[in-house]
């Protein structure tokens, strides 16, 4: 079907006018954020006599907020590599490999993934108090990616599946065992799957709340939980919560811009082959 100028123009100016409307509540963060309390209260796009400052920032990072930006580093990388080192072997296990009860064991982990996080909070607790594993860095990257490995598994899974199988014969007739094939034929063939991953494990764990309010004290909350120490019922101020806020995103927005690329691409498809 031929693509006429008018059909082009007329894609790009929708494209443009819902960019633009999915860009105003970020806008309205930022703006909130670097304005006194009396203007905000005014409307955040009211720039008559508008003054700017940093002084929200400057509060809530005093505050600890910086503390909390560290604790979900901590847990978020690992509870992104973890799963990871773990999700990719098993992965190339189930298309590789054939083993008894291999089908039902992946139907299994397919199944896992619709149980919602509340659903096993309270044998969690309990687990987690008889372990002492409660106010534990360990324990809640453990928790994480735990509830990684079966989407995981499955989602690499399917990519390996779509690498040609030349590519494992030809390693083979060169001598590599199944450990170097994967590590150094698969694995570097799959590193956008494998970054697609990384890319989604890291933010979700970067946002989460239920867990981190669950499982941790809050000398320990990621930032995700920090933020709530800024909201208050009576008297919220809006300048500190906002800027809060926009600290909260920066890093999983910084993540996604580096890696889109390689998500971009793991996320269309396989090999083809």
């Given at each position: ?77 690992f509870a ?156 919220p101020n ?36």
């Amino acid at each position: 079907m031929k693509v006429t100028r008018r059909y082009k123009i007329t894609i790009n100016a929708v494209a443009w006018i819902l960019g633009i409307i999915l860009l105003i509540p970020l806008i309205a963060l930022i703006m909130a954020s670097i304005r006194p309390f009396s203007e905000i209260v005014a409307g955040w796009w009211n720039l008559s006599n508008a003054h700017f400052t940093l002084e929200n920032y400057r509060t809530v990072l005093a505050a600890g907020l910086w503390r909390n930006i560290l604790n979900s580093l901590l847990i978020a990388v690992f509870a992104t590599i973890l799963p990871i080192l773990i999700a990719g072997m098993a992965a190339y296990g189930f298309t590789a490999f054939s083993f008894p009860i291999k089908t039902m064991i992946f139907l299994t982990l397919v199944a896992i993934q619709v149980i919602p996080q509340q659903a096993v909070i309270v044998p969690l607790l309990k687990l987690f108090r008889d372990l002492h594993m409660y106010n534990q860095f360990y324990g809640i990257i453990l928790v994480h990616s735990a509830f990684a490995l079966p989407w995981t598994i499955f989602f690499l899974r399917n990519f390996f599946i779509s690498i040609p199988k030349d590519y494992e014969e030809a390693a083979r007739i060169d001598g590599l065992g199944d450990i170097g094939i994967y590590f150094r034929i698969i694995l570097p063939i799959a590193m956008p799957a494998v970054i697609s991953v990384a890319v989604v494990q890291f933010i979700f764990v970067w946002q989460d709340l239920f867990f981190a309010i669950t499982l941790l004290r809050p000398e320990k909350w990621p930032v995700s939980a920090g933020v709530t120490r800024f909201i208050s019922r009576y008297n919220p101020n809006w300048g500190q919560l906002t800027a809060a806020g926009v600290l909260a995103i920066i890093v999983p927005i910084v993540v996604y811009v580096l890696m889109q690329k390689y998500y971009m691409k793991g996320v269309s498809g396989g090999i083809k082959g």
